[in-house]
């Protein structure tokens, strides 16, 4: 799959307010700070396509950009910053949950996970309130440059052993680092696919 063309196309704080849902979406999803801005700046292949921080948060709203006139990515808000206010929280939460569960078309969710940490508690509770509502997911592992290659090993293994306490069987797991443009095609891949199965 090759992209041609990526815009900003809406920043909404409701689902009601979202675009039309007349085009397949793939959604990004995960603790502040995974990198989910500089994911999408990668695959879209324009640097500021999505706002980056150093600031852990930035992201309050559901975040749409068109791709090729023909389907969207979504960057929702990160969850699990402790910096924010337990009623922003609580806003976010609700917000993207109305998202995940009435968005009819969403095809996929990305759930990003910080390749240099284990797996942390509310990334599993999250994946496992995402697969029991029975939204198409994929796993992303993030940052992947910041480790050598032993370390990225131990760390993957360690992460998908966690989550087969969860999971009979894992989602698709893809290791991608935003610098070295790693897991793009992987990624790509797998949105193609998902649009072409559905036609």
């Not at 924010?84 to 976010?92: L, N, P």
């Not at 949950?97 to 990305?110: G, M, P, T, V, W």
């Not at 599993?124 to 198409?136: C, T």
Request: net charge positive.
């Amino acid at each position: 799959m090759e992209i041609r063309k990526a815009v900003f196309v809406a920043s909404t704080d409701h689902v009601s307010k979202c675009p039309k849902p007349d085009k397949p979406e793939f959604a990004f999803i995960g603790r502040s700070n995974t990198g989910k801005s500089s994911l999408i700046n990668m695959l879209g292949q324009r640097k500021n396509l999505a706002k980056t921080s150093q600031r852990p948060g930035k992201t309050r709203t559901i975040n749409h950009f068109l791709i090729d006139d023909a389907w969207y990515l979504v960057d929702l808000p990160g969850y699990g910053y402790a910096s924010v206010s337990k009623q922003t929280k609580k806003g976010w939460g609700s917000m993207t949950e109305q998202y995940l569960l009435k968005r009819e078309n969403l095809y996929a969710l990305f759930v990003l996970l910080d390749a240099r940490l284990p797996l942390q508690r509310i990334d599993a509770d999250f994946i496992r309130w995402a697969g029991g509502a029975g939204i198409p997911m994929c796993l992303v592992l993030t940052k992947a440059d910041k480790l050598s290659s032993n370390e990225l090993a131990t760390n993957r293994a360690a992460i998908q052993k966690d989550l087969l306490e969860i999971w009979e069987e894992l989602p698709p797991f893809v290791v991608t680092s935003s610098v070295r443009k790693t897991g793009r095609e992987e990624l790509l891949g797998i949105i193609d696919r998902a649009i072409n199965n559905k036609e």
